[in-house]
């Protein structure tokens, strides 16, 4: 049985056994209906080049019949370390005896050409040997790009770059007006990028970001190379660099009102 609330404007169905229902809502047949084209129309793009698939980008690539498509492989990168005072972590004894130092740098830079979307392939610590540096770089030009760490800071003889030229490097330039991370080269070795990043743990993190993580992710055929920033007030006075563009290490802290103070 069904019956019209007038003041609730609503109708209200007994069942037989007693249960009442109420509804509030008129029927309408046209809600609920996907129409055909709704989502797509025909011709339409799916998916511009240059869109990292994810979950939904997969999904509409099957709802509409695209059993493949054409992607860019994570490019490989080669990551050479130099200097006889390094070792791996298997050999922390020695540095704990004060005699060698950590390679931090090699797992730094696998951590962030992984998180770029790149493949890090270590080529190990090469030591302050000509012919093992040369060595190791031509086990690199196998790579899409090389990176390599210490043998490029300023003052000290870099056996890396000598062993390039020998190698037939192109160099593009060096050095760039940045702190920290000025000792910096770029080139070619057979057609393979090569980056020359200082030995500072602070300036290989700091130059990687700001120089080859964009490179890598141009090599993925991504168009948001740039990380993504954000404008905060520094809760100091950040001392300058002349004519450097500088990057200070700072501590965000939420401000109490959306934003963020840089301490």
Known sequence: MAQYDVADRSAIVTGAIGTTIRIFSGSDAR????RRGEDLRANAVVLDSGRVLGPGEIGILAATGHATVLVHRRPRIAILANGDE???LDRFEEVVAGRKIVNSNTYALAAAVAAAGGEPIPLGIAPDDPEEIRARLVLGRDADAILTTAGASVGQHDLVKDALLELGFELDFWRVRMRPGSPFSFGR???VP?????????????????LVRPAIRRMLGRR????CTIRVRAAERIPGAGRLTHFP????EPDGDGGYTAQ
């Open 31 to 34: 809600r609920n209906i996907r």
């Open 86 to 88: 390094l070792v791996d």
């Open 189 to 191: 070795l057979g057609g």
């Open 194 to 210: 090569v980056f020359g990043i200082a030995g500072n743990p602070v300036s290989v993190l700091v130059t990687f970001e700001v």
């Open 224 to 227: 948001d190379v740039h990380a």
């Open 249 to 252: 290490r700072v501590r965000l």
